[in-house]
Protein backbone atom coordinates (compact mmCIF):
# COMPACT_ATOMS: atom_id res chain seq x y z
CA UNK A 1 0.00 0.00 0.00
CA UNK A 2 2.98 2.32 0.80
CA UNK A 3 4.76 1.78 -2.69
CA UNK A 4 1.18 2.46 -4.42
CA UNK A 5 0.86 6.18 -2.17
CA UNK A 6 3.79 6.94 -3.30
CA UNK A 7 3.15 6.51 -6.62
CA UNK A 8 0.18 8.64 -6.52
CA UNK A 9 2.42 11.50 -4.69
CA UNK A 10 5.26 11.03 -7.30
CA UNK A 11 2.54 11.11 -10.60
CA UNK A 12 0.85 14.40 -8.86
CA UNK A 13 4.49 15.86 -8.84
CA UNK A 14 5.49 14.89 -12.21
CA UNK A 15 1.84 16.44 -13.38
CA UNK A 16 2.87 19.99 -11.07
CA UNK A 17 6.34 19.95 -12.66
CA UNK A 18 5.87 19.48 -16.15
CA UNK A 19 2.77 22.56 -15.99
CA UNK A 20 4.86 24.84 -14.38
CA UNK A 21 7.93 23.84 -17.00
CA UNK A 22 5.03 23.74 -19.89
CA UNK A 23 3.23 26.63 -18.85
CA UNK A 24 -0.15 24.73 -18.67
CA UNK A 25 -2.57 24.43 -16.16
CA UNK A 26 -2.85 21.11 -13.99
CA UNK A 27 -5.83 20.14 -15.97
CA UNK A 28 -4.45 21.05 -19.15
CA UNK A 29 -1.23 19.24 -18.22
CA UNK A 30 -2.80 16.47 -16.86
CA UNK A 31 -5.12 15.73 -19.74
CA UNK A 32 -2.11 15.96 -22.39
CA UNK A 33 -0.37 13.46 -19.93
CA UNK A 34 -3.12 10.74 -20.38
CA UNK A 35 -3.84 11.21 -23.96
CA UNK A 36 -0.28 10.90 -25.11
CA UNK A 37 0.33 7.57 -22.51
CA UNK A 38 2.94 9.32 -20.46
CA UNK A 39 0.93 9.06 -17.55
CA UNK A 40 1.37 5.34 -17.47
CA UNK A 41 4.87 5.56 -18.80
CA UNK A 42 5.44 7.50 -15.54
CA UNK A 43 4.08 4.83 -12.83
CA UNK A 44 5.76 2.42 -15.88
CA UNK A 45 9.32 4.06 -14.89
CA UNK A 46 8.66 4.90 -11.38
CA UNK A 47 11.58 2.77 -10.21
CA UNK A 48 13.94 4.56 -12.25
CA UNK A 49 12.68 7.91 -12.06
CA UNK A 50 11.82 8.90 -8.82
CA UNK A 51 15.45 9.18 -7.75
CA UNK A 52 16.18 12.01 -10.51
CA UNK A 53 15.39 15.81 -10.76
CA UNK A 54 12.59 17.02 -12.43
CA UNK A 55 14.08 18.33 -15.20
CA UNK A 56 15.40 15.02 -16.02
CA UNK A 57 12.69 14.00 -15.71
CA UNK A 58 10.73 16.85 -17.86
CA UNK A 59 13.19 15.44 -20.73
CA UNK A 60 12.25 11.68 -19.96
CA UNK A 61 8.32 12.94 -20.39
CA UNK A 62 9.17 14.61 -23.40
CA UNK A 63 11.45 11.68 -25.09
CA UNK A 64 8.24 9.38 -24.82
CA UNK A 65 5.86 11.55 -26.11
CA UNK A 66 8.00 12.06 -29.10
CA UNK A 67 8.69 8.62 -29.78
CA UNK A 68 5.60 6.78 -28.72
CA UNK A 69 2.37 9.38 -28.47
CA UNK A 70 0.16 9.48 -31.97
CA UNK A 71 -1.05 12.64 -30.78
Not at 15 to 24: A, C, D, I, L, P
Not at 38 to 49: H, S, T, W
Amino acid sequence: MKKFKDEVWFLASCVEFYKVEKGMSGQEAYNYLRKTGALNYIIDCYEGLHMTGHLYIIDCIDEYIKNNSKS
